[in-house]
């Protein structure tokens, strides 16, 4: 069992180009989320699904985009990166059944757009 | 909204206890986790409380306290593979987390 898998492990991305990291988990979870992380500033929620078919903004939701047409597979796209969305970003996975369910997290995607 | 208050970094000799604070203001609470995070890796779960009271795990244990807005992640008999970053994450009323900036334990020897 794999869990969840994010790919590319690592990117480094020309400002201005569009981005899909793609996240994918084998537990059959209902409910998904990506994060991003930056030093000092911890986990912070950029977008959620909390089962396939609908989506929802996070903290920071601004620049990036989801979608979740089935319930294995969660990518996040950045339409036209800036400097700023520099980070490593995590994808994690809930059994979402109603209830504060573990999070489980992807490996993570560290991103450099310059 | 949360506002999640841990100290940025501790440090503790190898065999000897560390207590994490954490400490939370939030207009929802459904319950508190604390995660590991080894550098350059996932978060990974470590606990969860939603009563007050102590949970313990072997070498782990966290307590909550809902009126005080109050968590702590004690670990005892530290091992330098315990050298990590020690998340507390709080659920609002949709069972979304938010996290604290996180505090970095070194252990040494």
């Known amino acids: 069992i794999a869990g969840i898998t994010q790919a590319p492990t690592s990117q480094i991305l020309a400002a201005g180009r569009r981005m899909t990291l793609r996240c994918t988990q084998d537990m059959r979870h209902n409910a998904m989320y990506w994060y991003r992380q930056d030093l000092g500033l911890g986990l912070r929620l950029i977008h959620y699904?909390?089962?396939?078919?609908?989506?929802g903004k996070g903290e920071v939701p601004d620049g990036y985009s989801v979608s979740r047409a089935n319930t294995d597979d969660f990518p996040l796209t950045l339409a036209s990166a800036v400097p700023s969305q520099t980070s490593v970003y995590f994808c994690a996975s809930s059994g979402g059944q109603g209830g504060p369910d573990t999070q489980y997290f992807g490996p993570g995607t560290r991103l450099t757009v310059l | 909204g949360q506002n999640i208050d841990q100290p940025t970094e501790m440090t503790a000799t190898e065999g000897a206890i560390v207590q994490i604070n954490c400490t939370y203001q939030t207009s929802g609470f459904n319950g508190l986790f604390w995660y590991q995070q080894h550098a350059g890796e996932a978060p990974t779960f470590l606990s969860y409380n939603v009563l007050d009271g102590l949970e313990e795990k072997g070498r782990f244990s966290s307590f909550l306290s809902r009126s005080k807005g109050y968590s702590y992640l004690l670990l005892k008999e530290l091992q330098m593979k315990d050298s990590a970053s020690y998340l507390c994450?709080?659920?609002?009323?949709?069972?979304?987390?938010?996290f604290g900036a996180g505090t970095t334990v070194t252990v040494r020897a």
């Open positions: 994450a709080v659920t609002d009323n949709d069972y979304k987390l938010s």
């Open positions: 699904s909390n089962t396939a078919g609908t989506t």
